[in-house]
């Protein structure tokens, strides 16, 4: 499956290290949400769904996780281990994300507010959904 990774620009100078986020610049869409997860508990999965329209980047500027992505037909696994590096989630993909080292803050931009209906957290459910059968 096609992964699209993001590579942001580092403003470094003596000081350290500043990466810049805008809507529809480098991120490919009106950003509605930002939030961000910390303090995993090891050996946690957390995802463990999909969207029906949300689009997501993920990004880990502290620290370190995997993330498992899912279109139905295929899996892709990509570590995100670098402030610099964001990953694009398109809506219809299971993402699962693990293996978080104890420092590690995951931030997700997303296209839009909460919603629970546009969730699918139920991997039959997604296969149905994505592929228009149970396997
Ligand atoms: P949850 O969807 O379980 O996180 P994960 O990405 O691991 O599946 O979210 C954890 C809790 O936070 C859950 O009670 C819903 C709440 N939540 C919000 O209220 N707003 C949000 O934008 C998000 C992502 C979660």
Known sequence: MNITMMQFQKHGDDRGALVVLEENKNIPFEVKRVYYMYDTTPGEIRGKHAHKKLKQVLCCPCGACTIKLDDGKEKAYVRLDDPTEGLIVEAN?????????????????????????DYIRNYEEFLEHVNGEKS
Request: no cysteine; glycine share 0%.
């Open 93 to 117: 993909i299971w993402r699962e994300m693990y293996d978080f080292t104890p420092n590690a803050v995951l931030m997700v931009l997303a296209s839009d507010y909460y919603d629970e209906s």
